[in-house]
């Protein structure tokens, strides 16, 4: 299960309780977000997920899916993977002719959408297999191990607003350095990717 906002909430009150203001469920979503995507950001590899992308007869492009970060594979409905194309210009230079169609063996990504090559000559599901960022506060999908990462960079955020123009608090930093360390810890786990 993952933690949720009213645990954060209360977690948090219990670090940073020094007489602030309150918190209230609102006021903590903009930090929830900013520190899910900076894990994401950090640790790509904590939240791994698929999409089903379909390309209808001759149709090269797919959107990406909300929230993408980076990829791992592309696959065809036997679950082989597609050959990874560094660079659209790579794949452009390999495309074949809008009149040949057949099976897509290759694919980049570029502008928000995955490409593929040769353009299918049927309509054709492929699945993207892909790091995302979750940045719902009132959803959270990342697993238990994160929960410190989330609440220490919430910490940190809430102790840096209340410092003054120019400065940053001690508490802040201390917090930053709690971050820092759990982010290290769900790298050595999940890898950078």
């Not at 191990?145 to 955020?157: F, M, Q, S, T």
Request: some cysteine; overall charge negative; hydrophobic content about 40%.
């Amino acid at each position: 299960m993952s933690i949720t906002k009213a645990t954060i909430l209360t977690k948090v009150r219990e670090r940073v309780g020094d007489g602030g203001p309150t918190y209230t469920y609102t006021n903590i979503d903009a930090e929830i977000e900013i520190i899910l995507k900076q894990i994401a950001s950090r640790v790509p590899g904590i939240a791994q997920t698929t999409a089903s992308l379909s390309f209808s007869v001759g149709v090269i492009s797919a959107t990406l899916p909300m929230g993408f970060v980076r990829w791992r594979a592309l696959t065809n409905s036997s679950n082989q993977p597609l050959e990874k194309i560094s660079t659209l210009e790579e794949l452009l230079a390999r495309f074949t002719p809008s009149t040949t169609q057949g099976t897509a063996n290759a694919w980049t990504i570029f502008g928000g959408k995955v490409y593929i090559n040769p353009a299918p000559s049927g309509s054709t599901t492929l699945t993207l297999f892909y790091c995302y960022e979750d940045t719902d506060a009132d959803a959270i999908t990342y697993p238990d191990c994160a929960d410190e990462a989330i609440i220490e960079g919430v910490c940190h955020l809430i102790e840096l607003a209340r410092g003054t123009i120019g400065t940053i608090p001690e508490k802040a930093v201390t917090h930053k350095n709690l971050f820092d360390e759990q982010i290290a810890m769900l790298t050595a786990r999940y890898g950078d990717l």
